[in-house]
């Protein structure tokens, strides 16, 4: 483990993604110590760990130095993807910060979210066949009927956008799963491959802001639609 610490490992071979600091960017590749939690390596690692200081591993070249876990809660179900950023910087200070994602992976699997995603999908094509039939009556005029109209597109955009995220995290998390089990089974192994979290958990911040998006341009669209009703103007009047 030693000797791979000291030799550049890209940042597809570890699915790793370009990270912001809050002093520099940094790209998903680097020199890669990975740790074995179980018992009967802690003192390998203490070891390790002394020999990669005693060689240099962080010297002055050095800009920055992540730390990089998951941890799993099992009584709600939810993953947390954790990252330690030290900021070597030029000065000779450091800088400290952390990041914290929670993740929900096995939520998407019971019935009721399933029938919510597809309520999800048939109002969004509504949306599609509603739009086209009223380009195909006006014509050119639908440029300039309405802005609610691109409200509508914007809508559906954001709203595809998301479940094709969606998708892709669902992706993600099998294959992750298949990693964890191929961890859990060869528990004794050093070399065991390690389920890096962060695409997942990048992937998962993109959905959420992609559905806030549809939250916001679906509140604008009932705000439009309640200030036709009367009983809603009295309200407010």
Same mark, same amino acid.
């Given at each position: 483990?030693?000797?791979?610490?000291?030799?550049?490992?890209?940042?597809?071979?570890?699915?790793?993604?370009? @990270?912001?600091?809050?002093?520099?960017?940094?790209?998903?590749?680097?020199?890669?110590?990975?740790?074995?939690?179980?018992?009967?390596?802690?003192?390998?690692?203490?070891?390790?760990?002394?020999?990669?200081?005693?060689?240099?591993?962080?010297?002055?070249?050095?800009?920055?130095?992540?730390?990089?876990?998951?941890?799993?809660?099992?009584?709600?179900?939810?993953?947390?993807?954790?990252?330690?950023?030290?900021?070597?910087?030029?000065?000779?200070?450091?800088?400290?910060?952390?990041?914290?994602?929670?993740?929900?992976?096995?939520?998407?699997?019971?019935?009721?979210?399933?029938?919510?995603?597809?309520?999800?999908?048939?109002?969004?094509?509504?949306?599609?066949?509603?739009?086209?039939?009223?380009?195909? !009556?006006?014509? !050119?005029?639908?440029?300039?009927?309405?802005?609610?109209?691109?409200?509508?597109?914007?809508?559906?955009?954001?709203?595809?956008?998301?479940?094709?995220?969606?998708?892709?995290?669902?992706?993600?998390? !099998?294959?992750?799963?298949?990693?964890?089990?191929?961890?859990?089974?060869?528990?004794?192994?050093?070399?065991?491959?390690?389920?890096?979290?962060?695409?997942?958990?990048?992937?998962?911040?993109?959905?959420?802001?992609?559905?806030?998006?549809?939250?916001?341009?679906?509140?604008?669209?009932?705000?439009?639609?309640?200030?036709? @009703? !009367?009983?809603?103007?009295?309200?407010?009047?």
């Amino acid at each position: 483990a030693v000797n791979t610490a000291f030799q550049y490992t890209n940042a597809a071979s570890i699915s790793s993604l370009p @990270s912001l600091g809050m002093y520099s960017n940094y790209l998903g590749g680097g020199y890669v110590y990975q740790i074995n939690t179980t018992s009967a390596y802690a003192a390998t690692i203490q070891a390790d760990l002394s020999a990669m200081q005693a060689q240099g591993w962080l010297d002055e070249r050095t800009r920055a130095l992540f730390v990089e876990f998951t941890v799993y809660n099992p009584n709600i179900d939810l993953f947390v993807y954790c990252t330690v950023l030290v900021e070597f910087l030029p000065t000779g200070n450091m800088f400290v910060s952390q990041q914290f994602e929670p993740i929900s992976l096995f939520a998407d699997e019971s019935v009721l979210i399933v029938v919510l995603d597809v309520a999800f999908l048939a109002v969004s094509l509504l949306f599609v066949f509603k739009e086209l039939a009223l380009i195909k !009556r006006l014509r !050119r005029a639908y440029l300039v009927h309405s802005v609610w109209s691109y409200v509508n597109w914007a809508l559906v955009a954001a709203s595809w956008l998301s479940f094709a995220m969606y998708l892709y995290r669902v992706w993600e998390k !099998r294959r992750l799963m298949g990693v964890v089990k191929a961890a859990a089974a060869a528990v004794n192994s050093a070399t065991a491959e390690v389920a890096n979290f962060q695409t997942i958990a990048y992937w998962n911040k993109m959905m959420l802001f992609g559905l806030s998006v549809c939250c916001f341009l679906a509140s604008l669209k009932l705000v439009h639609i309640l200030n036709f @009703s !009367r009983t809603i103007k009295l309200l407010f009047d």
